[in-house]
């Protein structure tokens, strides 16, 4: 008898103490371990963003002082084109392929850039400008490259997945130009990521 006595007296307490003792609920991570890859992750992001906007910030006070030249405006243009392919792979997606996206596919991007400009004049490439369209998700639009006095893209920039049987998924980064009405597929480069599916866009 003694025994239950007991049990009756432990689960009375138990009901009569629920609810009045909330723990304190913390908004911030407290695990010191879960803390250092948060920050990790937020130090390899700025780290790669950094490397391109260190040349941007330097180009921007020397041009406020000195007319810009042809190539100076395709630099500043490839500068903004790097970093909002940057911003569509998101930390995630760079964070694995940098080493091969940064030697393979941006000086691709690049040397695209200034083929698709090569043709203007002086005075037409200041009209030229970079029109964002990334998308999270699955969506394959990094950015166009805008005329702004027609409002005509000259160029589409896009990065599709391509899961190859036996091979995994790769990265294909490819452009469409206005003169065959964007429907050739130009290939810039390739990236391999894994067999594993790839996160979305910017996460």
Not at 37 to 52: F, H, P, R, T
Not at 188 to 198: D, F, L, R
């Amino acid at each position: 008898m003694a025994i239950w006595l007991k049990r009756l007296f432990v689960v009375f307490v138990t009901i009569m103490t629920l609810g009045f003792y909330v723990p304190p609920i913390d908004l911030e991570p407290s695990n010191d371990s879960n803390a250092k890859e948060v920050g990790s992750e937020k130090k390899q992001e700025v780290d790669l963003v950094d490397i391109l906007y260190d040349e941007t910030s330097s180009f921007a006070t020397y041009s406020d002082t000195h007319t810009i030249t042809k190539e100076e405006q395709i630099a500043l243009i490839t500068d903004q084109a790097k970093v909002q392919t940057l911003e569509k792979l998101g930390p995630r997606i760079a964070e694995k392929i940098d080493q091969d996206f940064l030697t393979e596919v941006l000086p691709s991007i690049e040397e695209t850039i200034e083929n698709v400009l090569a043709d203007l004049d002086q005075a037409d490439v200041k009209y030229i400008e970079i029109v964002e369209n990334t998308n999270p998700g699955y969506g394959e639009k990094i950015f166009d490259l805008y005329d702004m006095r027609d409002g005509k893209a000259l160029a589409k920039f896009h990065v599709r997945r391509e899961n190859r049987p036996l091979d995994g998924y790769w990265f294909n980064f490819h452009y469409h130009e206005q003169l065959d009405n964007y429907e050739t597929h130009h290939t810039i480069g390739e990236v391999y990521w894994s067999k594993n599916t790839p996160p979305k866009w910017m996460s």
